[in-house]
Structure formats: structure tokens, C-alpha cells
């Protein structure tokens, strides 16, 4: 197998691209060229939670980033993390969670790989189940492996300090998490170990353990974390703040332009394919303020949602924006009527004459405006365009009408059943 | 089997007496009385290490506790702690150490139970080695434990606390100590398990864990540390402060003796069994002066000599004290004299005429005092009594002579060879 060399300068580039930390960059090339003198690919190890089988752009990040060295010939060694999942996230808020069963583990790791092979390639991907290993794990091993490292040690690790000292609980077992992580790197003898920046105290116990147990140490390669929709907090699940790789194209479409603008240029750099000077034009132009940043936004969902889905499939959820959008633009406190309709009761269809309720909530002076107006496609009713001038409608139930950019009103319909 | 009830108060003060601590007793009191009704004797749980095989006075203190019970009819519970020997000490400095072979395990287990039959009924007690449920522990159950407790739980045990504050390591696998000490009371179904003081947080972690895997928890019974013949600390063999059960009677002796007046009470107290009338009439004495601390000393030796030994052994282990003890009496800086005899060389056995050495080194004004003195039998040579004039020596040695109780002299013997 052939391995592209790292010398080559604009490889290197793109390899630090959009990275948060390198430890280290150093060894790192050194490996990296000793690899391709060799012809022996790194060993890229990088897990996953498969008690959270859903991967979000958050996710994507690192995974483009697997996808790059893959290229360069590497191959990619997935761990389940089937046994750590019992313990819970490390990086951040955690309870201990009931062991997965084998099928659940089962299901939710197909899920899982069928999203991670959009991104990565599969054909330079080993998947190795940390049951493998930890099925057979006894007391002594576990003993050897806590022996290693000390509570003050661990307890320095940023989320644990935090927890510690305003007293929040951090259960035992949350001290074992990044040893078994660790561990993993010693079993399938990781050369590089890729995750977000918050799993760095974890990836770095593993490139102890490894040298302690006479291995060639990791190197650890660590991605920004992806900020969520909310602007605020790192994109995840749990926080409702995530934009999911398998979500339709209108739905990822959408959580995409809901985005704050300043997560426009992060956006674009990590989860996107634009060339350096693109990105420093966009940049600029955020900074000038010579861009309106929904025209940005909008790029940037049709590239995201093409990257998931197709150019197309991208295209036509920005069609379905702008409708939606156009909708969304109905103020939160419009005028309300009340209609008396001719006819039944309940769900009986009754008929509507849209002339008559316009005058009726004075959003015309006459007829003929009324008409003119619905000819020209000003009228929706509840967000959608209408060019009759009479439209079924339910009795007893309630409409939102919009004619052109700035005249709105709700009515209630109140049917008069007829004697 | 018939079980006495402890509502019998002088039982129930027995039982009490020169405890450290129960938790709880109106629980204990609860259980000793159902247990008495039932007939379904306690289940006494007493761990050790069998790294450290060898029992000593300080163990002794809850040995007796064990026996008392056993009088009563329960049932001691003797867990060989072969795991948890591998983690260390948990009540003080410690270091991982390297797993004892079954082998060891098994040989220092003899040695131990040995020692620990000498006080403890062996007829009333079960042993239970730990590898019976640890050998086969695997991964989920260690984390199925230490999901219950948390890191600031733990730290909060005094000796953890200090050692945190003050930099010095606690391996993560001592937070495990604590742990396995409690699946054993699950295990065994202990109803009281039975420690030093310093044992007091692990015990309480047993009586917590029970509570959660539904069981009745455990009551603890908790023994004062003895303090070693240094007065000061904790009777330990690291420290070397210790009286070993096993010890000769004139080593055991002896060092008791050594041991600083202010522990002649706690020890007649912990490690006799003198009524309490005549433990108040001890304090007294030692309170108000009215007795030599060294007969007391001596009885303390006689009585636990006797224990460990025969009451013949305490009294010729007292005659050999008294003997050894008065060579003792010889002050550090006395004269020393170089006496020229005429004889050999080497080890030639010389003739030493006592009179003429001790005219020499004017402990006497003539020959006349000198004979007078041997004939009275004031003469001590190496602190044994001379009633000859003349004795065998062995040339170029050294002697140390006494008369009576005030007049010492060091002789340093040169031969002069004849010719």
C-alpha cells in the first residue's frame, strides 16, 4: 500500500486544518513519515458510545478529519465502547447507566456504522468490540490497571475538578472510564487516538498506560468542539442543540439556518469542504458586514445538506425554507375575528368566502381589492398560497390569513347551524 | 445450641467493656436479644491479611472481643483477605504490592490462624477465603460496586483526607479497598463485623452496601488501638513497636516491661483479664503514687506471658528478667582499667585473681574487704554473682565488675605471655 508522505507541506495543512490540539505535532510527523517510508499505515483509533448511536454534525468534525488520513492510506480502528457505555459520558454530566443488552448494543451499533461509513471509508475501517477484551476482565486486571494512576490524578481532570469542588457527585466508577478507555489504546495498539478537545485528559492516560506497558506511545489528536444550535453550549444530543447526519433534508436544512451568525465561519471551516480563501472571504465578509448572513446561512445548509444528502435533495429544501420561511414571518400578536359561517357543526366542511372575511377583518375596503389581491398570489392561508376565492374549511376551527408582506389576521370560525 | 441473651446486664458490661465504639448498640442489644430467642446464633465478621501473618498484643484487644461472643454461642467469620492483601493497608500509608501466591496465601494463613486460635474458639468459627466470590468478579460487578459510592464519600475517610490535602498518592485502587471489605460482609451475611478504630469507615461502608443489595446491615464493633511499647504510636510490626504473640516468654516478657508507665492501665485493661475492682484499684495506685510501676509492670508480664504461654513460663521468665535486669543497672560510663595477667594468648583460659583486681582498680582498700565483700556476695561479674575468689578468663577480654549496688569497674585483660 502506498502512503502519502506528510513532507509534502500542503498535506500537513490539511491534516491541521480546523484542529484544536496536536500532542504531538513533533512525533506526530515523525510517525507519519516513518509510516510512508515503511509502507505500514497508522493506526487510528477512535470510539464511540453506542448508547448513543446517533451521530450529529458534532460528530462530523473528527470524522472528516479520519476521512483525510484515510486518504493518505491510515486505516481507522472503530472501537464500540460496549463496556464504557455502562459508565456514562466523561465529559460532562454523568449517572450510571444500566448495561446495554447485547442486542440493544447490537442495533444501535449498525445504526451507528451505517451514518459513520457516510463519512469515513469503510474499506480502511477495523472494528473491534471492547468486549473483546473487557468480557474477560478480572479483578486482578482490575487492580493492576487502578494501580497505575492516582485519585489526585484523575480528580485534575477539568469536568471532575469542577464536580469536586461544588460538591457534586462523581461515582467511583466514573474514575475507571478513562482507564478503560486508556486501555483500549493498549489492546489494539493505537498509533494516533482522535477525539473532541474535552476527551484530551482521557486520550492522554491512554499515551500513558501505553508507554507503561513498553508500547510506542499515542499521539493524540484533538478536534474543536462543534458549538450547537443554541450558540452556546458544545452540540450534543442531550441538550436538544444538534443537527443529526440522518435528519431530512428540510429538517437539517432549517436547524442550519437557525444558527446564530456567529457560528457561521466555525460552521464553514468544520464541517464544510471550502477552500482556505473562500473561508477567509467569508470571514471578511462577516466582519465588513457586506453580506447578509442568511445568504451565507444558506450556502452553508446547501452545502451541509448536499453533503449528507444530494445537491438536489439541498436545492429543494432551500425552496421549502424560503415557503416556510415566508410563513414564519407572521407576527406573534395579530389582530383576531370572530366568523359566523352558515352550515354544521364539528368537522362538517363548510365553505369559505375569502372576500367576504377579508372585508370583514378590514384588511381590504372592497370586494374588488380583495380579488385583485388574491389574483396577484398575495393571499395565504395559514402559510400556504391560495388563489380561490372560496376554500373548504372545518366548522368550528381557526385560520391564519396573510395578504402580501404586511397585512395578517386570524379567524375563528364559529358555524350558525341552519334551521 | 443455647445463646445467652444479653439481657443479662453483667453480660451486656462484658461485652462493653474496653470497647472502642459500637454502631450501633441499641441495634447490636436488638439482635443479641432476637438472636438469643431464636436460637440462630450472630455471624461475627473478623477479617485479616495474610500478608502480615503474624498476630500481636495489638490484635489480640479484638481476639478477646471475638471470644467473649463465642462464649455467648455466636459464630465467628474469618475472611482470609487474599484480595484485598494485594491493594495494601487500608488504614494508613500504603503501596501497592505484588499478589501473593496461592502458596504464600496459604502458608501465612496457617501461621495466622495458628496465632489466632490461640484466643478464638476454632469450633465456632467458619473461614472464608475471599477468592471464593473475587476469583471469579469480573468487569460489571466492579462496576456494579463502584457505581454506589462516590469520590468525595471516600476521600472524606480521615486517613484519604489527609494524605489528599498534603500531595501524597492515593492509588484509585485503594478507593477498591473499602469496597471488597464490604461485598465480603454481603457475602458472609455478616451481623457484626468487628475492627480497630481505624476501621471504622470501612466497616460503616459494609453496613451501608448491605442495607442496598436488601440485606439487614451489620453492626460495628469497634476496638481502641493498643499503642505499641513506644508509647506513642498505633502496635504495629512496620513499626517495630509490637509484641508478638508467639514471641518467647523472656522476649515477650521484657518487653512489656518496656513499655512506658502510662500504659501499664489501657494494657491491663485490653489485654487481661482482671476484674474490673481490680482494674479501679491499679488506676489508683498508679494515680496516687503508691506503688512501684514496676511491680505492676511485672505483674502485666506475668499475666500475659501466661496467656500466650504458661503461668511457669511468666515466672521464670521474671526470674530471667530480674537476673538480666540487674546487669542492666551497670551505668554506661563506669572506669575502665587495663589489667596485665600473666598466660597465654588468644582464647587460653587465664586464671583471675579477683581480690588483686579489685585492689587494682581501688574498688577496695585491701585484700581483707575484697574477701569479705565476695564472702557476702556483693561480687557480680557480668552480672552474674561470683562467690570465688579466683576465676577462669579468657585471655586478652574484657569484664565488667559490680560490688554491691554503687561500685562498677570495666577490666580490659592484656596477657603477658611468660617466658
Not at 20 to 41: D, F, N, T, V, Y
Not at 194 to 220: S, T
Not at 311 to 319: F, H, N
Not at 360 to 376: N, P
Request: some cysteine.
Amino acid at each position: 500500500m502506498s502512503i502519502k508522505t506528510p513532507s509534502d507541506s500542503d498535506t500537513w495543512k490539511l491534516l491541521k486544518k480546523g484542529v484544536a490540539e496536536i500532542i504531538s505535532e513533533l512525533e506526530l510527523q515523525r510517525m507519519l513519515k516513518a509510516s510512508a517510508e515503511s509502507g505500514k499505515p497508522l493506526r487510528l483509533k477512535q470510539g464511540f458510545d453506542p448508547s448513543r448511536p446517533d451521530i450529529h454534525l458534532g460528530h462530523v468534525v473528527g470524522l472528516r478529519k479520519l476521512r483525510q488520513f484515510q486518504e493518505m492510506g491510515h486505516t481507522v480502528v472503530l472501537i464500540v465502547g460496549d463496556w464504557t457505555a455502562q459508565i456514562g459520558d466523561p465529559s460532562g454530566e454523568s449517572v450510571t447507566r444500566p448495561m446495554l443488552s447485547a442486542d440493544e448494543v447490537r442495533v444501535n451499533a449498525r445504526t451507528y456504522m451505517e451514518q459513520f461509513f457516510k463519512v469515513v471509508d469503510r474499506a480502511k475501517t477495523e472494528v473491534r468490540w471492547q468486549s473483546e477484551w473487557f468480557g474477560k476482565f478480572d479483578l486482578s486486571q482490575v487492580i493492576r490497571l487502578t494501580s497505575k494512576f492516582t485519585v489526585a490524578q484523575f480528580l485534575a481532570r477539568d469536568d471532575f475538578a469542577k464536580r469536586y469542588q461544588s460538591g457534586r457527585p462523581i461515582a467511583i466508577t466514573e474514575l475507571l472510564y478513562p482507564l478503560l478507555q486508556a486501555y483500549d489504546s493498549v489492546v489494539v495498539q493505537s498509533d494516533v487516538e482522535f477525539g473532541g478537545i474535552d476527551q484530551k485528559f482521557n486520550c492522554l492516560v491512554g499515551r500513558e498506560l501505553q508507554a507503561m506497558e513498553g508500547q510506542r506511545p499515542q499521539q493524540v489528536f484533538l478536534m474543536p468542539l462543534l458549538v450547537g444550535r443554541d450558540g452556546k453550549q458544545k452540540m450534543s444530543k442531550s441538550l436538544g442543540n444538534y443537527i443529526g447526519v440522518t435528519e431530512p433534508p428540510d429538517e437539517m436544512y432549517g436547524k442550519v439556518m437557525s444558527i446564530p451568525d456567529h457560528l457561521i465561519l466555525p460552521y464553514f471551516e468544520l464541517v464544510t469542504d471550502i477552500s482556505d480563501s473562500e473561508l477567509a472571504k467569508i470571514g471578511q465578509e462577516l466582519k465588513s458586514n457586506t453580506v447578509n448572513p442568511m445568504e451565507l446561512k444558506k450556502q452553508l445548509a446547501r452545502e451541509i445538506v448536499g453533503q449528507f444528502h444530494t445537491p438536489q435533495a439541498a436545492l429543494e429544501a432551500q425552496a421549502a425554507f424560503e415557503t416556510t420561511f415566508q410563513r414564519r414571518q407572521v407576527p406573534e400578536n395579530i389582530p383576531e375575528f370572530v366568523l359566523s359561517l352558515p352550515g354544521g357543526t364539528g368537522t362538517d366542511s363548510l365553505s369559505l368566502d375569502i372576500p367576504q372575511a377579508l372585508l370583514a377583518t378590514r384588511m381590504v375596503k372592497s370586494r374588488s381589492e380583495a380579488r385583485r389581491l388574491i389574483a396577484q398570489g398575495a393571499l395565504k392561508v395559514d402559510g400556504k398560497s391560495v388563489g380561490q376565492e372560496t376554500i373548504p374549511v372545518p366548522a368550528d376551527s381557526a385560520l391564519t390569513i396573510t395578504l402580501g408582506k404586511r397585512r395578517f389576521a386570524r379567524l375563528k370560525l364559529v358555524s350558525v347551524p341552519q334551521k
